[in-house]
């Protein structure tokens, strides 16, 4: 008996090919149970036209599946589920059991209900959406990326596909790293001093575990990265924020008893400031006053597409108290989750193990698709287009602010993928942004970039990476609109 056709049906928000569709489709049904040893598959032809789609796909799909052991093809009869296929595991359903643990005593260090930035999954359904480091689909190199995964996958990398690094990192990764990408921020690392991280928020985390203690104070930019400050908190050492200006961190302003200073020189998040090189020198200098370690997170500086990018502050720096995070996750995609610690040997040595513990390394196939995409050129050339469209919506976005008189509180000037602004007095950001999603307007409510309970209402980031240049201007003006009424 075959199974009805009526069983199958595509899902309008799969991600992958039709082809691959069927073939979860099918591979689905029988590990859940639904198709039993012996049963027959719909014909080719019948399910091609149920579905709406070619004949050669679905035929494709009965192959790869063939191949896979979850289907038979009995000559002239058609497929059937395999006899070999996996079966679906037998059990009966549990009750739900009563929890008689006191979770308020059991839990001995809380991590969960700090103010972390949020966007909604459906993002990408918003009309304008003014949010803040996601990939935009017309920008990445689709292509390039899947050939680069793919030659990770073959033969060639098996090694480097199924290895346990245990504690190393990939090694063409790294020569990368080490040879192309630290150099352009004017950096000079032998391998020992370089550990792929799990993106730069992963690195700010292993920074903070070696670094500090619950004795040790941590100085950090006001207004900062959230996540920056959670995960300060979660080291229970000493906070001491440190109100940013218009050329960022004030150097003056650290205090003396800081052991460790958090910073983001090239462009300050959120305020998109750029340091000065005067006032990094000053602030290497204020350093070595206090004995102090820098911990610099080099924060889109591929994204200088007005002035070249400022020399990293690790590149000045000649007495190795400056610890280097950076990212490939915010220039290629978020979901990456790939980034890079720099510092000297002994805490790179501390990083490493800490790490092991934790992960032991990044996956080395994603290590080696991105070191295939880096060596290739892809990156670079992805870099270029990137910067080349973020230019034309900064511009356009910057008319249209003008044009409706809204008040910029800051704004890169070497580029950066995002203006950080000021609704006037009265206002709150927070329900501003609630407004706006009514209207399909996303935007980011600031607040939750400043530290201590009398955070500021005002402010709110506007990012231009995720939104289509065509639609700026008219988002613009809702905003303005929503402010004016």
């Known amino acids: 008996m075959a199974l009805p056709v009526e069983t199958f049906f595509l899902s309008p928000t799969h ?3 039709l082809q691959s569709q069927v073939q979860q489709m099918i591979a689905h049904g029988i590990l859940s149970g639904r198709f039993g040893t012996g049963e027959k598959l719909p014909s080719t032809r019948k399910l091609a036209t149920h579905l709406g789609i070619s004949r050669i796909t679905v035929t494709l799909a009965y192959t790869e599946l063939v191949a896979s052991d979850y289907l038979t ?28 643990v006191d979770w308020t ?12 930035l949020t966007k909604p999954q459906d993002w990408a359904r918003f009309r304008y959406p003014f949010i803040y480091g ?55 690392a032998n391998a020992d001093q370089i550990l792929i991280t799990l993106g730069a928020q992963n690195a700010l985390w292993l920074a903070a575990q070696v670094l500090l203690t619950q004795r ?68 290497l200098d204020r350093a070595r006053d206090l004995d102090a370690l820098v911990v610099e997170d ?60 934790v992960l032991r390394h990044p996956p080395g196939h994603i290590q080696r698709t991105a070191a295939y995409f880096l060596s290739m050129g892809h990156y670079d050339a992805q870099i270029r287009k990137m910067g080349a469209a973020l230019h034309t919506r900064r511009s356009i976005m910057q008319e249209a602010i003008d044009a409706h008189g809204l008040d910029i509180a800051g704004i890169g000037a070497f580029g ?61 003006e809702l905003i303005a609109n929503c402010l004016d009424g």
């Open 15 to 17: 991600q992958g090919t």
């Open 73 to 100: 093809a009995r000559g002239r009869s058609g497929y059937y589920v395999s006899s070999n296929a996996p079966v679906p595991p037998v059990f009966q359903p549990q009750h739900a059991a009563s929890d008689s």
């Open 105 to 116: 005593r059991a839990i001995g260090q809380r991590f969960a209900g700090g103010e972390t």
């Open 134 to 188: 996601q990939t935009d689909p017309q920008l990445f190199d689709h292509a390039n990326w899947r050939q680069c995964a793919l030659q990770a996958l073959g033969q060639r990398d098996f090694s480097a596909l199924t290895s346990d690094y245990f504690d190393r990192d990939d090694p063409q990764l790294i020569e990368f790293i080490q040879r192309n990408t630290l150099p352009r921020r004017g950096i000079a």
């Open 216 to 283: 040790r104070t941590a100085a950090f930019e006001d207004p900062c990265y959230p996540a920056l400050r959670e995960i300060l908190t979660q080291s229970r050492c000493h906070m001491a924020p440190v109100r940013v200006d218009r050329d960022g961190l004030p150097p003056d302003a650290i205090p003396p008893e800081a052991d460790v200073i958090f910073t983001t020189p090239s462009h300050q998040c959120p305020t998109t400031a750029t340091m000065p090189m005067a006032r990094r020198q000053a602030l």
């Open 298 to 357: 080099d924060y889109e500086f591929e994204m200088s597409f007005l002035e070249p990018p400022s020399p990293a502050l690790k590149s000045m720096d000649t007495d190795g108290r400056v610890i280097y995070v950076g990212s490939f996750s915010k220039s290629l995609f978020p979901g990456l989750r790939l980034g890079y610690l720099v510092g000297s040997e002994p805490f790179v040595r501390e990083a490493r193990a800490l790490r092991t513990s």
């Open 416 to 476: 950066g993928s995002s203006f950080w602004m000021r609704a006037p007095d009265g206002h709150d950001a927070r329900h501003l942004a609630a407004q706006l999603q009514d209207k399909s307007v996303l935007i980011e409510p600031g607040h939750t970039f400043f530290s201590g309970e009398d955070q500021p209402r005002t402010y709110y980031r506007l990012g231009y990476s995720s939104i289509q240049a065509d639609r700026i201007s008219d988002g613009i």
